[in-house]
C-alpha cells in the first residue's frame, strides 16, 4: 500500500518534470495558439478532476446527512476559493504573458515569480491527490485505488504542458536549457510536498474529509477561472481553448468514471 500511494503522489510531477523535458527536444518557442490550446486542456482536466474526483465523492461520503449532505461540500469549496484568494494577495507572482505581477511588491526574479505563479494552482493540485490517497489509506472512506490513481493521472496529463509552458518561454529568453528545465520542474515539487503533508496529517483529516476533499475541489476552480480560462481565452482563434477545454473535461471524466 505504502509503495502504490508514493506511486500516486509521484505521478503529478513527473507529468510538470515530462513536460519541462520538451525544452531539450522543441527547437522553438510554443506558440500563442498551441499555449491556448494546452491551457484551456488543462483547465478541463482540472473542472472534471473537481467534479468527479472530489465534489462528488465530498456529497456521497455526507449522505448519512440526507438533503442536507451539501453542506460540507459547499462550505469546503467556499474555503478552498478563500483559501487560494487570500495566496493571490499575499504571495508575489507573476502569469506568463503577463509584464504586471501580482500580490506585494516584491524584487523577486521574474523567473522567480513565473516559478512562484504556477506554483500556487500546483498546490491545491498536490493536496487534492493527498487527500484522496489519505482517505484510501485510512479506509474509511469511500475511495478506491482505482479513483485515486485515476484523479493522479488525470492531474499529471494536465501537468505535462504547464512544464513545458514554464520551461519553453525561458529558453526563447535566453535561459540555458538545463536551467530552464529545472524551473520548470521546481514549479510542480510543490504537489508532492502537498500531498505527503496531507497524508502525514489524515489521522486529523479523516473526520472531516468531506469538506477537505471540496475544499481542494474550490482551490482548483479558483485557479481555472481566475487563471486559466482567461489565458485560454486571449486572442484570435480563442475557440481552439474552448475545444481543448472540452477534451480535457472529456478525459478526465472517462478515466474518473472508467478506473473508478
Known amino acids: 500500500m505504502t509503495q502504490e500511494i508514493l506511486k500516486g503522489i509521484l505521478i503529478p510531477f513527473l507529468g510538470t518534470a515530462c513536460g519541462a523535458a520538451c525544452v531539450f527536444f522543441m527547437k522553438k518557442s510554443i506558440n ?7 491551457t484551456g486542456f488543462a483547465a478541463g482536466v482540472m473542472v472534471a478532476a473537481s467534479i468527479w474526483s472530489l465534489l462528488i465523492p465530498a456529497m456521497e461520503q455526507a449522505e448519512a446527512m440526507g438533503k442536507l449532505s451539501f453542506i460540507p461540500a459547499a462550505a469546503g469549496f467556499w474555503l478552498g476559493i478563500l483559501f487560494l484568494l487570500l495566496l493571490d494577495h499575499i504571495v508575489p507572482h507573476l502569469h506568463m504573458n503577463s509584464k504586471q505581477a501580482e500580490g506585494p511588491e516584491s ?17 491545491p493540485e498536490g493536496m487534492a491527490v493527498g487527500m484522496v ?19 493522479a493521472v488525470g492531474i499529471a496529463i494536465q501537468n505535462f504542458p504547464e512544464g513545458a509552458i514554464i520551461s519553453m518561454p525561458l529558453k526563447s529568453e535566453g535561459v540555458k536549457k538545463s536551467k530552464a528545465f ?70 478526465m471524466m472517462i478515466l474518473d468514471v472508467a478506473l473508478g
Open 32 to 38: 500563442a495558439l498551441l499555449q491556448r490550446a494546452l
Open 107 to 123: 524584487r523577486l526574479q521574474k523567473t522567480t515569480m513565473l516559478i512562484l505563479a504556477v506554483a500556487l494552482h500546483n498546490l
Open 133 to 151: 490517497y489519505a482517505g484510501l489509506l485510512t479506509g474509511g472512506a469511500k475511495i478506491t485505488a482505482a479513483s485515486a490513481a485515476a484523479l
Open 182 to 251: 529545472l524551473y520548470g520542474v521546481l514549479s510542480g515539487v510543490v504537489e508532492p510536498v502537498g500531498a505527503v503533508l496531507t497524508i502525514l496529517a489524515s489521522e486529523f483529516i479523516l473526520p472531516a474529509l468531506p469538506y477537505f476533499l471540496s475544499f481542494a475541489a474550490g482551490a482548483m476552480i479558483y485557479v481555472v477561472v481566475e487563471e486559466l480560462i482567461p489565458e485560454m481565452s486571449s486572442g484570435e482563434h480563442s475557440n481552439i481553448g474552448t475545444l481543448l477545454f472540452a477534451a480535457g473535461f472529456s478525459v
